[in-house]
């Protein structure tokens, strides 16, 4: 028994210290990969359910290495938060974002033209001034506060509910929205829109994949909007995969929707031959 411990022992170390030497490494090939041109931005469209019209676009973060190929968001961007690189990439996704929604949709009247939601993680939120690097974004890229949304997770922003309530008031001020990601998640419930202001919730996709079929996502669904609507807050749906889930949606009161649906993350210059 005593082997077969020692033996056990020393196979989940040797595990261990491959997950580590991978993070390790991938932590080495992140730092730069902006510079070498591994990193780039695509945006899904975001469509409003009243007309099915493309009113904005979701900025998702891609990584294509030349030996380790491409890289899943979900497992970069954990190793971006524990190092710190979100720091630096966080900052470069937003001036980027903002230069690109600037060129969406020239000639367009200004109230046809779409808004860019970018991904802000925790460690963004709580470190250095978010305010002012938007601000400069902004005022770089020539685009309107108006059409920037910022996407927060609900656990960044009760992790530190007071100061993120101040820092969003700031940006809110600043004609900034903000919205609340995977919503339904985390375990905060609606008790927090009211004192964080936010102007939107996006709806998890785990509660949208079996909208037809299972009755409690409905009514967690409906809940949701009924409840957001009621503090003046604006509904978007995220993992919307099939016409029926959109048909559905838009019944409950849905406001805005995104998905594999309505279309899947493209580039720029995609989405701006969309909106023609
Ligand atoms: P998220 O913010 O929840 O983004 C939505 C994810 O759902 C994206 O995955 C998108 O490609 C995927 N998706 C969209 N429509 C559908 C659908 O109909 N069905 C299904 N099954 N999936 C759909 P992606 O691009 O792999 O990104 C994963 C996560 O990585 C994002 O989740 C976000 O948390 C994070 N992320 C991506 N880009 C950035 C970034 O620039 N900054 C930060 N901080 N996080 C980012
Ligand atoms: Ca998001
Ligand atoms: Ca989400
Ligand atoms: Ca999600």
């Not at 669904?221 to 807050?233: E, N, P």
């Not at 889930?245 to 995609?270: K, V």
Request: some cysteine.
């Amino acid at each position: 028994a005593k082997m077969a411990g020692k033996n056990c022992y020393r196979f989940y170390s040797r595990a261990m210290d491959q997950a580590v030497e991978r993070r390790v490494r991938m932590e080495q090939e992140l730092r730069g990969a902006w510079e070498r041109g591994e990193l780039s931005l695509l945006y899904q469209p975001i469509h409003r359910l009243s007309d099915r019209k493309v009113v904005g676009a979701e900025a998702l973060l891609r990584w294509q290495h030349p030996q380790l190929g491409s890289v899943p968001p979900s497992v970069f961007i954990d190793v971006a938060e524990h190092s710190g690189l979100i720091e630096i990439i966080g900052p470069q996704v937003l001036r980027t974002a903002c230069a690109a929604a600037a060129r969406w949709g020239a000639g367009l009247a200004p109230s046809d033209l779409p808004f860019v939601s970018v991904n802000v993680s925790a460690r963004q939120l709580h470190s250095g001034d978010l305010p002012e690097l938007v601000a400069g974004c902004l005022r770089d890229a020539g685009l309107p506060a108006s059409r920037l949304h910022l996407e927060l997770t609900e656990t960044a922003v009760i992790s530190d509910e007071a100061h993120a309530s101040a820092l969003l008031s700031k940006l809110h001020r600043a004609g900034v929205r903000v919205w609340l990601d995977d919503f339904g998640t985390g375990f905060s419930g609606l008790s927090h829109l009211r004192r964080v202001p936010v102007d939107g919730v996006k709806i998890d996709r785990s509660f949208i994949a079996d909208l037809q079929r299972d009755p409690d996502d409905l009514a967690l669904t409906t809940a949701i909007i009924a409840m957001a609507h009621s503090l003046g807050i604006t509904v978007v749906a995220e993992g919307v995969e099939k016409e029926a889930q959109a048909d559905l949606l838009h019944e409950r009161g849905c406001d805005l929707a995104q998905g594999y649906w309505f279309g899947y993350p493209m580039t720029s210059a995609e989405f701006d031959q969309l909106l023609r």
